[in-house]
C-alpha cells in the first residue's frame, strides 16, 4: 500500500487572518481554505488536515464546516482535549481526529501530547469520538512509554512527531530516525497504525524511508511555502512523487 499525504492547510487560514481577522467571513477574504483544500486534492492529497485552535487564530469554526460539506475526501481534525472541541468534533464529525497538546504562546504545536500525563482525561475523551464513529489519532513523540499508553487508552492511530528528526543535522540524523523506527514498530505491534509529522520537507523527506510502517505523513508548512513558488496542486504533486519511493 502506497504512502498517503495529508495535506495541512491552516497556514492559508493564517494569511486570511493577517488581514482578514475580524471579518474572516468577508466575501473580500482571501486566500480561502476550502479553495486550498480542493487544490491540494487535485495535486494528489489523499486528506485535509486542519487545526481549530482554541484562539482560533487561523481555521475557524465556519472553515471547518465549510471543509466538511464542500470537499469529498477524508478530513482530519486536530484538536486540543478540551471539552469545547470534543464538543465541536461531535458536530463536525471528520473521519479522524488527532489529539495535540495546545498553548496559546506556541507559534506551532511543539510537542507530543503526554498520554500518561493526562492518561484518563484522553481515555475519555478517546472513547467518546469513537462512539460517534471517529478514529483517533494521538500526537506523541516518538516515546516507548507514550506509544504503550497509547495503546492502552484504545487509539486507533499514533502521529508520531517528527520535530526532533527534522531539526536534526549531520550525524545525530540516524539517532533519530532510529528512534522513530523503535516507536512506529512499537505501535505497530500494538495493532495502531502508525503515521507522522511536524517539520517534514522536501529535502528530508527520503530519510523517512528508513522508518517502517507508515501509513500517512501529514505536511503543511512546506507545502505551503513551495506553494507561493510554483502553485498549491504543482506543490502537493511535488511531495506525493516524492513519496513514491517509500516501500516497507
Known amino acids: 500500500m502506497s504512502l498517503l499525504l495529508g495535506v495541512n492547510i491552516d497556514h492559508i487560514a493564517t ?6 481577522a475580524h471579518m474572516p467571513t468577508s466575501p473580500n477574504s482571501e486566500p480561502s481554505p476550502h479553495q486550498a483544500g480542493l487544490d491540494a486534492l487535485e495535486g494528489g492529497a489523499d486528506s485535509l488536515t486542519i487545526h481549530v485552535r482554541a484562539d482560533r487564530r487561523h481555521m475557524q469554526d465556519a472553515d471547518a464546516y465549510e471543509i466538511r460539506e464542500k470537499i469529498k475526501v477524508p478530513l482530519n481534525l486536530e484538536m486540543g482535549v478540551t471539552e469545547e472541541m470534543v464538543g465541536l468534533a461531535l458536530k463536525l464529525k471528520p473521519e479522524y481526529v488527532c489529539l495535540v497538546p495546545e498553548t496559546r504562546e506556541e507559534i506551532t504545536t511543539e510537542g507530543g501530547l503526554d498520554v500518561l500525563g493526562r ?13 460517534a464513529g471517529m478514529k483517533v489519532s494521538l500526537f506523541i513523540n516518538p516515546d516507548l512509554k507514550q506509544v504503550e499508553a497509547a495503546g492502552e487508552v484504545c487509539a486507533d492511530m499514533v502521529e508520531l512527531h517528527t520535530g526532533c528528526f527534522s531539526n536534526a543535522q549531520g550525524d545525530l540524523v540516524k539517532g533519530q530516525v532510529e528512534r522513530l523506527a523503535a516507536a512506529a514498530k512499537e505501535a505497530h505491534l500494538s495493532g495502531m497504525q502508525v503515521n507522522a509529522g511536524h517539520g517534514i520537507n522536501y529535502q528530508n523527506i527520503t530519510r523517512l524511508f528508513d522508518v517502517p510502517h507508515l501509513a500517512e505523513l501529514n505536511i503543511g508548512h512546506s507545502i505551503i511555502a513551495r506553494s507561493t513558488r510554483i502553485g498549491l496542486t504543482a506543490a502537493v504533486r511535488e511531495m506525493k512523487e516524492l513519496m513514491a519511493g517509500y516501500s516497507h
Not at 15 to 20: I, K, T, V
Not at 119 to 131: C, E, G, I, K
Request: hydrophobic residues 45%; without cysteine.
Open 15 to 20: 494569511l486570511r487572518q493577517a488581514r482578514y
Open 119 to 131: 492518561f484518563d482525561a484522553t481515555r475519555m475523551v478517546v472513547a467518546r469520538l469513537q462512539s
